[in-house]
């Protein structure tokens, strides 16, 4: 079955610089990459995501790129700010809305003052 | 629009009792997924819901692990004889086919603690 891997497991930045999350994957099948984000003591919620016809969303500040060649795909969260602290997840699909979802491990963002 | 409900939002229970966890699903979604989360796994997928029917059922632990979905406002994840590795947060999402995204709604999950 799907694997998603998430290279990092923690990152730290300064506030106001840009943060870049980096995911893998390795079904080949998969079509389809949301991102969830998770503050601490909450529950998961949508952030963004890409499917396999493009290689680059915006939405506002953040930037999801997908290289399928190389099955790996990130999320770039530009002009960091306070709140967006917290875990990010990444995820992969072979159809949106139809199909399980598998999630990486996640990424705890700490944006540093 | 209350979001996706799940109860009860904390359960204790000891070894080898049975736990059920209730979710209801945001008003005319059509797809109900569960997951578990923990420390060390991460979110598991377990179970997935079309139109009430099971369509994936791939993450479930065969033996104690069973779901339902008997109408479209609800759908339960009941754990026979209960061990302390099914300790995790149940998490139930729902999300609205035929839209044009994918986007999963969570709900706040059910803490399973078993002694």
């Known amino acids: 079955g799907e694997k998603v891997e998430q290279h990092e497991s923690t990152l730290s930045v300064r506030e106001g610089d840009s943060a870049v999350i980096n995911c893998t994957y390795t079904?080949?099948?998969?079509?389809?990459f949301p991102w969830y984000k998770q503050e601490a003591g909450k529950s998961l919620h949508f952030v963004i995501d890409i499917r396999s016809n493009v290689d680059r969303k915006q939405s506002q500040r953040l930037i999801v790129l997908l290289d399928k060649k190389a099955k790996r795909f990130s999320l770039h969260i530009t002009a960091t700010q306070p709140e967006d602290s917290a875990i990010y997840f990444c995820?992969?699909?072979?159809?949106?809305?139809?199909?399980?979802?598998?999630f990486g491990a996640g990424t705890k963002l700490t944006i540093k003052p | 629009n209350a979001g996706v409900i799940q109860t009860p939002r904390h359960k204790v229970t000891g070894k080898g009792q049975e736990a059920t966890l209730w979710c209801e699903p945001i008003?005319?979604?059509?797809?109900v997924f569960w997951y578990r989360q923990t420390i060390v796994q991460g979110l598991e997928f377990l179970t997935y819901f079309r139109n009430q029917a099971p369509i994936d059922d791939s993450g479930m632990p065969k033996e104690r692990f069973s779901a339902q979905m008997p109408n479209q406002s609800h759908s339960t994840l009941k754990i026979q004889s209960t061990q302390p590795q099914d300790s995790a947060v149940y998490l139930c999402a729902s999300s609205l086919l035929g839209a044009n995204t994918g986007q999963l709604y969570f709900g706040e999950g059910s803490k399973l603690t078993v002694l």
């Open positions: 079904d080949t099948a998969s079509s389809y």
């Open positions: 008003s005319g979604h059509s797809a």
């Open positions: 995820a992969a699909s072979r159809h949106y809305g139809n199909e399980k979802i598998t």
